[in-house]
């Protein structure tokens, strides 16, 4: 330590003329052609470079030092100081006190922005914010220029929240939140998952299984998934069949038995088909009331009839789609409601499908569409009236404005081809003498 320390104290002292020299002689032949001609470490030489940078450069004759008090002149009242620029310091920004902003608003009315600018100091962006601040509270408006003046206060944003959250306990944040886009109500996840926390909101724990196999149909009545629903009720088991649109989400039937049968199946299907049309496809597990062992199931042989083609789930994973609703309805429906009886279950049951169809958002949408939107081949319509800012008073969920083409008649090459509800009808056509 003694060494070190008599090493440091006897450290050769340049004078400032010799700095200035080296420095000199740097800027023309290089930091390592000077250090060598005035015997200095070629390490100090570079030192006083990086220091000098974005100062004075030094010449051949060097210029004497200014002083900093006279150069620098003195901070306005409410301003702090900005660095120069290369300076090692960081930056701070200005502060301008309300009776800046306005002297700087009265002269931008007067001379122009850029005058202002040249003026007072402020940036141009913020003079031109200070103007609508002015002419929002003359016409008595809101004078936050970060929020539009239609924009709703914390207060409402968090009552809306609580009452989605309070008719609907058992949707999660994220949906919460894109259920009220699509009221025109823009609102983060995280600001609904604290409001909904100081309610007493707590996520569930869900095991999730990755995979990255995914397959989606191509337009409506494509393919249609069938799964049943299994639920006690004071006791008594019952079971939902849900048959759902792979294209839309949309749930096209339901029913609800006591048991798995094929009669409730065969009636539940025919019913669906009767509303919405047959599908091209129709996938399923390996149920009793689906598949049969040995021979041909009396499912099978309605669908051999209708001629649509069934695919038999493997793997749960395949009929995934259905799964992840019997999932939402427990969460969304079964967990959240006390049944008495089996007719009870029934009439909630309908009247969440029809919320679910017509007006619960679906994250494989894009988070603002509901089934409907899909299926009845209204999204894009729905989506500019949602980007357009259409907010609860404008319903854009409505089906009663929609007009849909059931029937149609069109000539292709000649030959006339008739579809009802975008199927195709096949017509022997008496031939021409």
């Known amino acids: 330590m003694t060494s070190q320390h008599n090493s440091r104290s006897c450290r050769h002292r340049y004078t400032d003329q010799q700095r200035q020299d080296a420095l000199a002689d740097a800027e023309t032949l290089g930091t390592c052609a000077a250090a060598e001609k005035h015997r200095i470490p070629a390490s100090t030489v570079s030192r006083w470079r990086t220091s000098n940078r ?33 300076s090692a310091t960081r930056k701070v920004a200005k502060h301008y006190t309300p009776s800046q902003k306005a002297q700087a608003v009265e002269y931008a009315r007067t001379h122009g922005v850029t005058a202002a600018f040249k003026e007072f100091g402020a940036s141009r962006h913020s003079i031109y914010a200070w103007l609508r601040e002015a002419e929002a509270a003359a016409a008595g408006e809101s004078v936050s220029s970060s929020k539009p003046p239609d924009s709703v206060t914390e207060e409402q944003r968090d009552a809306e929240i609580l009452e989605e959250y309070a008719r609907h306990p058992g949707l999660g944040p994220s949906q919460i939140k894109n259920q009220l886009r699509r009221k025109s109500i823009k609102v983060s996840v995280q600001t609904v998952r604290r409001v909904m926390e100081s309610a007493g909101y707590r996520p569930p724990k869900v095991k999730r299984v990755k995979h990255d196999k995914r397959f989606e149909a191509v337009r409506p009545n494509h393919m249609w998934h069938l799964d049943f629903v299994q639920r006690y009720i004071n006791r008594a088991s019952t079971f939902t069949l849900i048959l759902i649109d792979d294209y839309s989400r949309f749930v096209v039937g339901h029913g609800v038995d006591d048991a798995e049968r094929a009669d409730m199946v065969i009636s539940t299907f025919e019913a669906a088909v009767t509303r919405h049309g047959k599908p091209e496809l129709l996938m399923h597990d390996r149920g009793s009331a689906f598949w049969s062992w040995r021979g041909i199931s009396r499912f099978t042989a309605l669908l051999a009839e209708l001629g649509i083609d069934q695919i038999v789930a493997k793997d749960k994973e395949h009929n995934g789609k259905v799964e992840a609703f019997n999932g939402n309805l427990h969460k969304e429906l079964f967990d ?58 404008k319903d854009p969920l409505a089906l009663h404005d929609r007009r849909l083409s059931l029937f149609s008649v069109t000539s292709q090459n000649g030959e006339l081809e008739v579809s009802l509800m975008g199927k195709r009808l096949s017509l022997s056509l008496p031939a021409t003498r």
Do not use: C
């Open 54 to 86: 974005g100062g004075a450069q030094p010449n051949a004759t060097p210029k004497p030092k200014a002083n900093p008090q006279q150069a620098k002149p003195a901070p306005s009242e409410g301003t702090t100081a900005a660095t120069k620029p290369g």
């Open 336 to 393: 959240q409601h006390r049944f008495y009886d089996l007719g009870q279950m029934q009439r909630r049951l309908a009247s969440h499908l029809h919320w679910y169809n017509h007006a619960r958002t679906h994250h494989s949408l894009g988070g603002l569409l509901v089934p409907a939107d899909r299926y009845y081949g209204r999204a894009d319509e729905v989506l500019a009236r949602i980007e357009a800012g259409a907010g609860p008073d």
